[in-house]
């Protein structure tokens, strides 16, 4: 609430001064703020911090800043704001994985669009796949869980308010993966830091992810001798799921629109008599699939823990995702990559730690509950799913979220449960009026095919922050948003097809009859 209150304190100063020129935010006074950098950018070509080069750039201002609300803090943001394009919108964005950086594309991508821009690095520097920073240092973890990205928002206004002199009209968050995760921690901590917020394949049950998720993965793909693990054989699966559940939906496309009706049993592909893989799965492999398709649960002693994996897209999701890369290159893939930092540093405390030794009955609570500072714990620090949105929805929020069907990172049916979670909230209202209030400020949009935020063999290209827009904006709520698929995941070989991503739980239903590579002949049922 202090907080809170000095920002208010502070922008309403701001909003009455003066707006003052780029260069003279070097010396503009915040709490636990110092401000590094201000510069006018040209308008033409941009060479970022990290190196990365942009072109077609407007003029803006760059101003970067490091925060700290604590001694053990040291959070970078940056804010590019347009000098004279501005739109008088502001814009968060988010991170993925461990974050530990300024993300440069996403901050020029905002400011083409006009908007006044913010990036935090979280309160670390280090690859996305680092999570040392966390070893002996707590408030780190709090600053990454969500303290960053609320005050990356909180200074990022105050600056932008100092240059331009007045408010922003309308403030947006988009983010995915992390970025999700963030997204909805914005809505549930900070319900007044935004008007409209999209969270993308949201790693919202953090904990839960990294035990269920990440290391039931590993378990299944690591535990055994690199001969039985799976590593060659996606094409095969996937190519299996999609000849026994294509058509399900009535369109043979290589995409599964809803997974969870397809029941495909990987037994079928079991070797027999002299054939061997990659031809076929051995046994350890069709084990390993049947858990991945399970999820934890089974091991877990606490009811519906964490989902599994759903099937489809295996082909072009699980290299990399879920299946180790075969000799010679590295034995890893991402959820061994991302999980088991996690567990070293944020929970054990051991950078030499083995998976193998994870106790699977009692681990998982310990997991949650282990004590970040006093009164905190990891479950409460990183989690974002508390269903209460209330505040959110007062303010007169917006909050748009998308979940790929076909995700091996973040299984997609955790978006559908926090979705439901939102929906059932008790209160005196039926289902169909809570579902009904629900969507006036809340849409889900699953995405048939899509892999984590992007790719996969579904219609996977597609505008969410327009609608939302338009939705906070002029009060017209997206029902439908057009994606597409490009030949080979390439923009630059052409369109393959199209379809409408429908306000869950609305589903795209070809209509019987015209082109079926045309959204036009379907329809959200």
């Known amino acids: 609430m202090a907080l809170a209150l000095v920002f208010i304190c502070a922008t309403f100063a701001l909003d009455r001064a003066a707006a003052e020129t780029c260069e003279n935010l070097i010396s503009l006074k915040l709490p636990e703020t110092t401000i590094t950098a201000a510069q006018s950018i040209p308008a033409g070509t941009y060479t970022a911090p990290d190196g990365q080069v942009f072109t077609n750039m407007p003029a803006f201002c760059r101003v970067a800043a490091t925060l700290t609300p604590t001694s053990d803090s040291d959070i970078g943001i940056e804010v590019w704001m347009p000098a004279s394009t501005w739109s008088g919108k502001f814009e968060g964005v988010g991170n993925g994985g461990f974050a530990g950086s300024i ?97 993308g394949d949201p790693v919202a049950y953090y904990t839960h992810h990294h035990v269920g998720g990440n290391l039931w993965a590993v378990r299944q793909m690591f535990n055994k001798s690199a001969s039985t693990v799976f590593t060659t054989q996606d094409t095969l699966l996937g190519d299996a799921v999609n000849a026994a559940c294509d058509g399900l939906d009535g369109v043979l496309d290589g995409v599964l629109n809803d997974p969870r009706r397809c029941h495909f049993n990987p037994e079928k592909l079991l070797c027999q008599g002299s054939h061997t893989p990659p031809s076929c799965l051995s046994a350890a492999e069709v084990e390993a699939v049947k858990n991945i398709w399970t999820g934890p649960d089974q091991i877990v002693h606490e009811h519906d823990y964490y989902p599994p994996f759903e099937r489809g897209g295996e082909a072009d999701g699980w290299p990399f995702s879920i299946s180790p890369q075969p000799p010679p290159a590295q034995q890893t893939d991402h959820h061994a990559e991302i999980g088991i ?108 095919g899509m892999n984590h935020c992007s790719g996969g063999p579904g219609a996977n290209v597609f505008d969410i922050l327009t609608p939302l827009v338009q939705w906070v904006e002029q009060k017209v709520a997206p029902d439908r948003v057009i994606a597409t698929h490009y030949v080979n995941n390439d923009p630059s070989q052409g369109v393959a097809f199209t379809r409408p991503l429908c306000s869950y739980p609305q589903e795209a239903e070809y209509k019987g009859s015209g082109d079926p590579n045309d959204a036009a002949n379907f329809a959200c049922k």
């Open 103 to 199: 993300d440069y594309s996403e901050l020029a991508a905002g400011v083409r669009l006009g908007y006044a821009t913010v990036s935090t690095d979280t309160g670390h520097t280090g690859s996305s796949y680092d999570g040392s920073f966390a070893l002996g240092h707590p408030q780190k973890i709090i600053d990454f869980g969500y303290r960053a990205i609320h005050l990356m928002t909180v200074r990022g206004k105050q600056i932008s308010v100092a240059l331009y002199g007045s408010n922003p009209q309308h403030s947006y968050f988009d983010g995915c993966s992390t970025g999700g995760r963030q997204a909805l921690m914005e809505a549930q901590r900070f319900a007044n830091d935004y008007d409209g917020i999209v969270a």
């Open 341 to 448: 930092p996690f567990f070293e540093y944020f929970v054990f405390d051991n950078p030499n730690w083995d998976f193998r030794t994870f106790n699977w009955i009692s681990d998982p609570a310990y997991v949650d509950n282990k004590v970040v500072v006093p009164g905190q714990t990891l479950s409460s620090v990183l989690n974002s799913v508390d269903p209460d949105l209330k505040q959110f929805r007062a303010h007169g929020g917006k909050l748009v979220q998308y979940h790929g069907f076909s995700d091996p990172e973040v299984p997609p049916l955790t978006s559908i449960n926090y979705f439901e979670s939102v929906v059932n909230l008790p209160g005196e209202s039926s289902p169909e009026e809570s579902m009904e209030l629900t969507q006036e400020f809340y849409r889900l949009f699953m995405v048939p």
